[in-house]
């Protein structure tokens, strides 16, 4: 099975909109994909929740209130974390049931600040120096040609881990209605028509390219 949490304690960065994309993904390719929503809002249960019946179902857990027990028949475990954990705990219990940890980051400076916080936080966590995680980062929510997208990738291209290699970063997600709508309708952009979203499905193949890959597994 593999396991895959997305993680930033910044509010709106895009994690849940990050889970869904890849649950619904990996669901639609016949896969066997559990939730676990670990944020009391419950936008990723939501999400499940709407999903019409005609689509491949996908099982949700509300992990922040029920213990998480993983069938074994379960091919993709995608976790959905809360806003504002800085709680070492909590992140620790996290971290321990992930292989790989995707930290979404929007293009503005408070959430860089923010960010450049979290990522400082996070390597000094045994399960990262031990590389019993393995971690990268992606920018969301991005509009070309600005400056603070250029800005957001310089700063996401220059971190490292605690090892001295570079932390991937691993892609653009440009800000799309694409992502809005596939949210209210409970799929995900690629289960929306292939010429109406190729840009965003452009954007995430180095996301699926590094999921299916060892780099991405401790
Ligand atoms: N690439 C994108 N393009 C357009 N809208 C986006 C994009 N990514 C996220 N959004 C929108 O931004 C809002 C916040 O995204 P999302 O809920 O995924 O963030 P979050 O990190 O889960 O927030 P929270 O910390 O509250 O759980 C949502 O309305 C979502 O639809
Ligand atoms: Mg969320």
């Keep these: 099975m593999r396991s895959i949490l997305v993680l930033n304690p910044k509010g709106g960065c895009g994690k849940s909109t990050l889970v869904t994309t890849l649950a619904g993904y990996y669901a639609e390719r016949g896969k066997s994909v559990v939730l676990a929503d670990f944020d009391p809002q419950g936008s990723s249960m939501d999400w499940v929740a709407g999903r019409p019946a005609d689509h491949p ?3 949700a857990v509300a992990a ?3 213990p998480l027990r993983v069938p074994k028949d379960t091919d993709y475990l995608i976790i959905d974390s809360p806003a504002a954990i800085h709680n ?7 971290l321990r049931r992930a292989q790989s940890v995707i930290i979404p980051v ?12 979290f990522v400082a936080e996070m390597m000094e966590l045994r399960r990262v120096v031990n590389q019993e995680v393995k971690l990268c980062t992606v920018a969301n929510r991005v509009r070309d040609h600005t400056l603070a997208a250029a800005s957001l990738s310089g700063y996401l291209e220059s971190l490292k881990l605690p090892d001295g290699h570079k932390l991937p970063f691993l892609t653009v997600l440009r800000a799309s209605q694409n992502y809005v709508h596939a949210a209210e ?26 999921l299916n ?4 597994q401790p």
Excluded: C, K, N, Y
């Design 88 to 94: 070492h705990r909590v992140m620790g219990d996290l």
């Design 64 to 66: 922040w209130e029920e």
């Design 185 to 210: 309708r409970g799929l995900s952009i690629f289960e929306f028509a292939r010429s109406a979203t190729l840009p965003d499905r452009e954007q995430w193949e180095p996301v699926l390219r590094w």
């Design 57 to 59: 179902p996908i099982r």
């Design 213 to 216: 890959s060892t780099r991405s």
């Design 106 to 117: 929007l293009p503005s400076p408070i959430d860089m600040r923010h960010a450049a916080r």
